[in-house]
């Protein structure tokens, strides 16, 4: 792996962890594709800059604090695999959450191309070799 290339995700996470959009969006591709978990009752997938912007205004309006924190960053071989957690209390129900999560990331001409969350390694792994 590319140490640009686990920068550039340490960087995004950053960028979402203090809720900067105009910063995130400078390092994602104009075509970026994301797959949401946590808003996969109402919408899983966002694509483009608008639909970054709706993705994170849609994470933070059910987890207005919501802090992702990087644990690793692997290459597996076509792209990469994020161990990170994240804590967060529900805006509606006030429970604090504490979850792990696997994300696979593509990377484009140096910026983030894909980006999706998974529940496990495997899924993540899969879907960074876009093998989905």
């Known amino acids: 792996m590319a140490a640009d290339d686990e920068e550039l995700v340490r960087r995004a996470f950053a960028a979402y962890a203090s809720h900067?959009?105009?910063?995130?969006?400078?390092?994602?591709?104009?075509?970026?594709?994301?797959?949401?978990?946590?808003?996969?009752?109402?919408?899983?997938?966002?694509?483009?800059?608008?639909?970054?912007?709706?993705?994170?205004?849609?994470?933070?309006?059910?987890?207005?604090?919501?802090?992702?924190?990087?644990?690793?960053?692997r290459d597996v071989g076509g792209g990469l695999v994020v161990a990170f957690d994240a804590s967060a209390t529900g805006a509606g129900s006030g429970v604090p959450i504490f979850q792990i999560y696997w994300q696979a990331v593509r990377i484009r001409d140096g910026r983030l191309a894909y980006f999706g969350f998974w529940r496990t390694e495997a899924e993540a792994r899969a879907a960074a070799r876009d093998e989905r």
């Open 20 to 73: 900067d959009v105009a910063r995130l969006l400078a390092l994602l591709d104009p075509e970026i594709e994301i797959r949401s978990l946590m808003t996969e009752a109402e919408r899983t997938i966002y694509r483009g800059h608008q639909g970054a912007r709706e993705w994170l205004q849609a994470v933070l309006e059910i987890f207005p604090d919501w802090k992702p924190r990087v644990r690793e960053v």
